[in-house]
T-cell receptor, first 113, second 113 residues
């Protein structure tokens, strides 16, 4: 079926290292992708988004890469900090679907000091 | 600017009861979406409201319903509660037209006993 899935459920990195969180999607009709960060007891927090007409987008310490050929999305976090520890979700939106996002299962990022 | 506000934060109900959850979107946002989050199913889209009209609907039974008021505030209702309805219910708002970024509230944690 159609889904947005994550390759790894958990990721552990050393403080100061770069983190890469991956996501696969199956529907080529998706035209918008978002990464969210969710800390314990809180709702998902918007990190960065990218449209399907782009391959790369950079924010503060984060970069999202989109490979439409293999339907793959990744989030890169530079110089990972303890405050980055959280669950990260990718989500896709299909054209003309308004506020309906399809979320992946999430990757738990753990940053070791 | 205040974020998305959800009330109540926690709720305990018993099977067969009904519940109403409330969401106040970010000022100026006209679209409100609701999501259910469980450990097993992850984040799943319930429905979206825009200008008091349901614009999108997920694959949930008719026991789940919602509405939006003229001030964009939204409520969702679950009738005849089942144990499986225990979840974190998240509300997200967006401008609704031309801007797809969804901003989430902290959610209402519903426990059905």
């Amino acid at each position: 079926g159609e889904s947005v899935g994550l390759h790894l459920p958990t990721l552990s990195v050393q403080e100061g290292d770069n983190s890469i969180i991956n996501c696969a999607y199956s529907n080529s009709a998706s035209d918008y992708f978002i990464w969210y960060k969710q800390e314990s007891g809180k709702g998902p927090q918007f990190i960065i988004d990218i449209r399907s007409n782009m391959d790369k987008r950079q924010g503060q310490r984060v970069t999202v890469l989109l490979n439409k050929t293999v339907k793959h999305l990744s989030l890169q976090i530079a110089a990972t900090q303890p405050g980055d520890s959280a669950v990260y979700f990718c989500a896709e939106k299909r054209k003309n679907q308004g506020g309906k996002l399809i979320f992946g299962q999430g990757t738990e990022l753990s940053v070791k000091p | 600017k205040a974020g998305v506000t959800q009330t109540p934060r926690y709720l305990i109900k018993t099977r067969g009861q009904q519940v109403t959850l409330s969401c106040s979107p970010i000022s100026g946002h006209r679209s409100v979406s609701w999501y259910q989050q469980t450990p097993g199913q992850g984040l799943q889209f319930l429905f979206e409201y825009f200008s008091e009209t349901q614009r999108n609907k997920g694959n949930f039974p008719g026991r789940f319903s919602g509405r939006q008021f003229s001030n964009s505030r939204s409520e969702m209702n679950v009738s005849t509660l089942e144990l499986g309805d225990s979840a974190l219910y998240l509300c997200a708002s967006s401008l609704g037209v031309g801007d797809e970024k969804l901003f989430f509230g902290s959610g209402t944690q519903l426990s059905v006993l």
